[in-house]
């Protein structure tokens, strides 16, 4: 392992490619914990692991980031907010100065909950929605959820929460949507955010038939020139720079550089949408902690290398697409210095066409997806089978019912 010193100077996305001293943000996944069952889940989420972090151990990574200076957490799962100490984890977070973003369908967020955090500094809510209608929506993260998401955003609305976020994963389903999800953020006084889909978790399971089609992704281009200085994308979609202006953003794949994952469990791994053994750089309860990790784990110090490219670097339009993203290049079982499965100029396509038919694509190693019918199955999914035990029909299983926040005595 050879590592290469950080530049001086120069530009910003050079200096971010060999690496920060801390995460800028870090994606935490509280727990796998969920009422829904959403078929393109990229942690396959649904039961609790029991070996999740206790109160005390994320009160401590949270200790951890507050000392690196880590300006804020994207906070998931699973779905965050059914864990018993969530509401007192928010509020640890932000006495210790580390800003909160959480993704959420919305099950928890009633008006009480919406006011508690209206009065909230340093959070930012971000509502989940795959449909700007309830019959496209539904079909992916299950019957009902359009409408709890939808009461969710009403909710905060009342309140008078600011810059309330709507979260849209883009699918060959909604892609035709986009106008249609712009009026409906606009209606809550809310942003839309929109992300990628990738082949990650249960999303590998249906990713040929949900991921957009070559000209869905033009149009996206399109419509992303277009709306770009209103719409948040979170670097999603730097694969879509090959096809002429860059998109707003860093046009870079920031695994293990400036963002990284925690798990449930504590597993830091390079890239939310990774979750695989081939990017397990650590965890947080091994000596050292989050911090060790993160600055001397080979994983992330091989990662912060200059990238070779590959093939891709023949290509005229690497500079701006940077070969993609590493996570839909290995779970569609591409190499990671060859083109994105969604290369805009075709070379995914041809590499796909090309792969070996007897190689199957990587799997990741942890599904905690429901065995048994949870509320809210999608229709995707079928009929659900009878649960055989308990935990499979309850994401809250197996967590003690005597916890209360401190505030509760």
Known sequence: M????RPVGGRLVDQFEYGLDAPICLTWELTYAC???????LSSSGRRDPRELSTAEAERVID?????QVFYVNVGGGEPTVRPDFWHLLDYAIGHDVGVKFSTNGIKLDRARAQQLARTDYVDVQISLDGAT??????VR????????????????????????VSVVVTRENAGQLDEFKALTDRYGAQLRITRFRPSGRGAD?????????QQQRELYAWLLANGDQVLTGDSFFHLSALGEALPGLNLCGAGRV???IDPVGDVYACPFAIHENFLAGNVRDEGGFQRVWQQSE????????????????????????GGCMAAKFFTGLPLDGPDPECVQGYGETALAARDRELVPPRSHIDHSHTGPVRGQPTLLGIPSIPVKICDESPLAGLDPRWRPPSEG
């Open 299 to 322: 994983l992330f110090a091989d990662l912060r290398n200059p990238q070779t490219g590959g093939a891709c670097t023949k290509c005229a339009h690497f500079d701006a697409c940077r």
């Open 134 to 139: 309830a019959e496209v929506n539904d079909a």
């Open 64 to 68: 951890e980031l507050q000392r690196m």
């Open 206 to 214: 249906v990713w040929d038939r949900l991921h957009p089609t070559q």
């Open 35 to 41: 009422n829904l069952a959403c078929v393109h889940c």
């Open 259 to 261: 963002v990284c994952l």
């Open 142 to 165: 299950g019957t009902g959820s359009f409408a709890t998401a939808t009461r969710a955003l009403e909710n905060l609305a009342e309140a008078g929460m600011k810059d309330v976020k």
């Open 2 to 5: 050879t590592t290469v010193e």
